[in-house]
């Protein structure tokens, strides 16, 4: 406001052309009602935005604000009221990585990600990030139904026994049916006689995806994009243990029960689960 940069009132009303009046009647009035509402609405992004770990873009915050928190308010607002406040989430190009050729498997898949029920197809893959003491490797298993991460392992060395160890988690906490589908690219860690046999005698069939060709495991592979986005490239890691406790932070915690995901309408995998479970019964 001119007035307010030291202008005298009477030359910046005169340029402004409005009353002297005018102006001090604006001067004593208090905030309007869109903006109280705009005030408050912006601390609770940044909460959220905060909650995120600084992750969340506009549509995610606006999930959150909807479903979480019952407020009624709509996207174009929330993007508004972040780009003013200097709110953004983390952007980043996925980051895919090759398959490694080993033994021939069938594809029992065939980039059909689609399933209704939780169990009946699971995605896996390793991944792997340095740290000064050395490099660490996570092994992960995915149902692709709920997104929801429901075995892993972390460990210094990307043996049979990390991608083991991770389905065998799998497997005790969700007891699949027989039948349901293990699906993992070409690593000679999947096709190990341990991981196969722990498998087959659980009732899962394995599948794998054509040499080479990271579209073939898509949904784990935008899952290792998003945690290099959201945890890994964010800053340097000094020791292993440091970059595992991070990990597990990552995949139990926010992965699971707090971050909302796009494919699952804006809900957390345990929420869509949680409401699955419901609508079947």
């Not at 490797?137 to 692709?144: E, I, T």
């Amino acid at each position: 406001m001119m007035a307010g940069e030291g202008l005298p009132v009477q030359a910046a009303t005169r340029i402004l052309d409005v009353t002297d009046s005018g102006y001090y009647a604006w001067r004593s009035r208090g905030p309007s009602t869109r903006a109280v509402r705009h005030a408050l609405i912006t601390e609770t992004i940044r909460q959220v935005h905060l909650a995120s770990r600084g992750t969340y873009g506009y549509r995610r915050v606006h999930a959150e604000l909807t479903m979480g928190r019952g407020i009624i308010v709509g996207h174009g607002t929330v993007e508004l009221l972040m780009a003013r406040a200097g709110i953004k989430g983390i952007t980043g190009a996925p980051k895919w990585r090759r398959a490694r050729p080993d033994l021939l498997a069938t594809d029992l898949v065939d980039r059909r990600f689609t399933r209704e029920g939780v169990d009946q197809l699971w995605v896996t893959d390793i991944t792997e990030h340095p740290t000064r003491e050395g490099k660490v490797y996570c092994a992960v298993v995915l149902d692709v139904c709920s997104r929801r991460v429901v075995g892993w392992s972390i460990d210094s060395s990307p043996t049979a026994a990390l991608v083991t160890n991770a389905l065998g988690m799998a497997i005790d906490t969700r007891r699949p049916p027989a039948g349901a589908i293990i699906h993992s690219d070409h690593g000679v860690q999947f096709g190990s006689w341990a991981f196969t046999t722990r498998a087959r005698q659980s009732g899962l069939v394995p599948s794998m995806g054509s040499i080479g060709d990271c579209y073939d495991n898509a949904v784990i592979e935008s899952f290792w994009s998003r945690m290099q986005v959201e945890l890994l490239d964010r800053q340097r890691w000094r020791t292993r243990l440091e970059l595992a406790n991070a990990m597990f932070d990552y995949l139990e915690i926010f992965h699971n029960r707090r971050r909302r995901h796009s494919a699952l309408g804006w809900l957390t995998p345990i929420e869509f689960e949680n409401r699955q479970s419901i609508t079947v019964a």
